[in-house]
Every structure is written in C-alpha cells, then in structure tokens.
T-cell receptor, first 113, second 115 residues
C-alpha cells in the first residue's frame, strides 16, 4: 500500500519568515495530494491540494509543488503569521475519491513573534 | 460546503462498556464513509471503509468485532467501540464522500476517554 513520509516533525519559524514542509510517497499510482491543517482537538481542514497533472499550485500565501518523478511534494507558507501555528498533514490518494487517503506523520508548525 | 455532523464530540466511559459514535451527512448522500483514529501527537490512521448497504472493509490490524461499523443509510454511519479499554482512548473521526469525484468532508471528531 501507499506510504507517506513527512519532514520535519516540528518546525519553528519567526513571524514573517517562510515555512517549508516536505513529503514523499511510495505509490506511483497516487495522483491526488492534499494538505491539511489541524488545530488541537479539531478536524483537519483542507488548505490546498494538487493533482498529478500539475507541478505547482498557489493560493495567496500557500503554495504546493509536486515532483512526480521523484515522488515528493512540498508545502510552502510565506509571510507566516501566528495563526498559521498548527499541525500540518500531507496526504496521498489514488484514482477516484473513494480511494484511500494515506496521511503523512504530521508537522507541528510554531510561528513565534 | 457540505456538512458532516459527528456526535458526540467527546465521551468518557468506563472500561468494558460500549460507545457509539455517529456521523450524519446533513445535505448530501454519503455513499462512502471512512473512519480514522488519531492518537495524541500522531497521524490519522484509517480504520475501515464502508459503503452504504455493504459490510465495512477493515484495515489490517483493526479488529472488526471490536469496532462495529454500520452504514445502513446514505445519511448515517455509526462506529461502535465495544468493550472499550483505556488503550482505545483516542480521537475518532469520520470522513464522508457523496457522489464519485466529489469532495470528501470530515466530521468534527470524537474524543473518547476510557477510564
């Protein structure tokens, strides 16, 4: 089955700096890669996603890049703010929305003033 | 977006008792429901996948007789933790999909504490 690795496990940045979180996946058939933000005790929130036919996608301060050949994808957050502090999960999924979504191990992002 | 309502949001139960968690899709028909478990400071681990009217498919290592899943209607799926033990204490969350190739939605999650 799919295996998703995520690094780093914790990340501390100063407000205004950029944060980068990286993930690798094992199943070359995976073609959908969402990123979730989870605050303590809450459900994960989808913040951005990318499909395998696209190499990069941006939404305001958040961007995701995908290297299908190397089977890795990254989340980039620019101009970080304290409210960006949370746990971020990457995930990978095969064809079809009913396919399993495999999550990475999570990154705890702390944005300090 | 669509709403998946999960109840209860938290529950404390005694060891040996059973707890039922419900997920309702409020404005769409949930054809597929995924149930996840998340231990503190860990990732979401898929427990089982259920399709309306069918038996659930459990992931390796998940006891189907302990974690009973019912998906009898297109708007309701339940997870029952039977004979709960302290090691079952976790955050349980459902994720629901309606029509093919539509977005999936998480419930709010249930914090289960077994004492």
């Amino acid at each position: 089955g799919e295996n998703v690795e995520q690094h780093p496990s914790t990340l501390s940045v100063q407000e205004g700096d950029s944060a980068v979180i990286k993930c690798t996946y094992s199943d070359s058939a995976s073609n959908y890669f969402p990123w979730y933000k989870q605050e303590l005790g809450k459900r994960p929130q989808l913040i951005i996603d990318i499909r395998s036919n696209v190499g990069e996608k941006k939404d305001q301060r958040i961007a995701v890049t995908l290297n299908k050949t190397a089977k890795h994808f990254s989340l980039h957050i620019t101009e970080t703010q304290p409210e960006d502090s949370a746990v971020y999960f990457c995930a990978a999924r095969g064809t079809g929305t009913a396919s399993k979504l495999t999550f990475g191990t999570g990154t705890r992002l702390q944005v300090t003033l | 977006g669509a709403v998946v309502s999960q109840h209860p949001s938290w529950v404390i139960c005694k060891s040996g008792t059973s707890v039922k968690i419900e997920c309702r899709s409020l404005d769409f028909q949930a054809t597929t429901m995924f149930w996840y478990r998340q231990f503190p400071k860990q990732s979401l681990m898929l427990m089982a996948t259920s399709n309306e009217g069918s038996k659930a498919t459990y992931e390796q290592g998940v006891e189907k007789d302990k974690f009973l899943i019912n998906h009898a209607s297109l708007t309701l799926s339940t997870l029952t933790v039977t004979s709960a033990h302290p090691e079952d204490s976790s955050f349980y969350i459902c994720r629901s999909i309606g029509a093919p190739n539509t977005e999936a939605f998480f419930g709010q999650g249930t914090r289960l504490t077994v004492v």
